[in-house]
């Protein structure tokens, strides 16, 4: 019997008796791909994408690469449309294209082996790509929330604990968390770090003060009695002493978010969400967040500034006639605003203009002084949008559809699988 969170081993793909067939240059194909250093969670994941196309052609009796032609890749997509999950929902577009970029990248291998004289999914034409928001953020008090639910006075409690905090406070990924060992933290300095990270890169990112008490408490109390010997130094360790697996730390995580019970649902990512949108929240620079989070690109982090709206809640507050709850617009029979009342708009431009310094609105208005800090919010969220505009002006005509899918393919094929509802 596997044990709990394990993976079940996959079929092989297409008829291994076929040495030319669809299955057998889909290895070599893979193989390849090892040989290029690509991650072993790169390949597992177009070994597993490539595996649907090709059971879907051995029902319609097409087992070599030479029947494949660009009609039959049309009908494939169509049928990635139409299909549903044992839920009755159809698959996101996101996962069709998950499901397409290998097929094509497999093709184009093959063209370039000579297996083919021309690629019949070259003319892929993929999903637009969707730009969603994390499905749920937590707050500092629900975070503070799940934080208590694991149990310390046990050996398991404790470790969950030092995970969650650990997630938390660096927001790293999920198999980062996996890989750490008990040698990537400085308990002193306070940091730690992440080796072989996404697309293979190192970083040292900062852990906080509580996070490294925790993991202090586990690795004095909890995880010499999980340590089975020869000790590979791995930092969270199962109950068997061996390394968690990507599924059963998911498992967990999502465990303790359910059991405090706040209506939110979500595992690893949503802490990694969470820390980023309440660093915005507090004031970081999203160069500092983006260097935190291991973004290669500055327009990925960008995603937070859309999350943590605080700021642009300010000036709708101060600017919109309607946003609170004092103030109604007039009807038939009342009265309108003396003359010479200030405007809204008279209102938000002497909060931005400052209080207390004696300067007048365009309207003759005196700057009001009663509200310092939503004026500091004001400007704040002026010079925020303005900078989310220009990155949006730098970034968001330059990428083509073809660039945004490979850059989706790489995220998710780096990436662990979390499970749909957790978003990347």
């Known amino acids: 019997m596997p044990r709990k969170g394990a993976r079940r081993a996959k079929p092989p793909l297409g008829d291994p008796n076929d040495p030319d067939g669809l299955g057998a240059w889909a290895r070599r194909y893979l193989e390849a791909l090892r040989i290029k250093n690509y991650s072993s969670r790169t390949v597992e994941n177009r070994e597993s994408y490539l595996g649907f196309f090709i059971e879907w052609c051995a029902t319609r009796s097409i087992t070599r690469p030479q029947e494949v032609t660009k009609p039959i890749i049309d009908r494939y997509q169509r049928h990635l449309f139409h299909l549903r999950k044992p839920s009755g929902k159809p698959l996101s577009f996101s996962a069709q294209t998950c499901r397409l970029v290998p097929v094509r990248a497999y093709f184009k291998w093959l063209t370039r082996q000579n297996v083919l004289l021309w690629n019949p ?143 939110k649902t979500g595992a690893c990512h949503l802490f990694r969400h969470t820390c980023a949108t309440l660093m915005l929240e507090g004031g970081a620079d999203i160069r500092y967040i983006q260097e935190l989070l291991g973004h290669v690109e500055l327009s990925t982090t960008q995603i937070y500034t859309r999350v943590s709206i605080r700021k642009l809640k300010a000036v709708h507050t101060l600017t919109h006639p309607g946003a609170r709850l004092g103030q109604r617009p007039a009807v038939d029979g009342e009265d309108e605003a003396p003359a010479g009342a200030p405007s809204n708009g008279a209102r938000a431009k002497a909060v931005a203009t400052g209080p207390g310094s004696g300067q007048r609105s365009a309207e003759g208005f005196p700057c009001l002084a009663a509200e310092p800090a939503l004026n500091v919010a004001v400007t704040e969220a002026g010079d925020e949008l303005d900078a989310e505009a220009t990155l949006e002006g730098a970034a968001g005509g330059a990428q083509r559809p073809a660039d945004a899918a490979g850059e989706l393919m790489a995220a998710l094929d780096a990436e662990a699988d979390e499970d749909p509802e957790e978003g990347a």
């Open 121 to 263: 999914a070259s003319e892929i034409e993929l999903p637009r790509h969707e730009k969603r928001l994390p499905k749920h953020v937590l707050t500092a008090d629900e975070a503070e929330a799940v934080m208590l639910v694991p149990h310390v006075s046990d050996v398991i409690g404790l470790r969950d604990r030092a995970i969650l905090e650990t997630l938390y406070s660096t927001g790293i990924r999920r198999m980062e968390v996996i890989h750490l060992t008990v040698w990537d933290l400085d308990q002193e300095r306070g940091t730690l770090m992440v080796r072989q990270g996404k697309g293979k890169k190192d970083r040292m990112v900062p852990i906080g003060e509580r996070a490294v008490a925790w993991l202090g408490r586990y690795l004095d109390e909890a995880r010499p009695k999980l340590v089975m010997p020869p000790d590979a130094g791995v930092l969270f360790l199962t109950q068997e002493g061996e390394e968690l697996s990507p599924n059963r730390l998911t498992q967990l995580v999502r465990e303790h978010v359910t059991a405090a019970d706040m209506g």
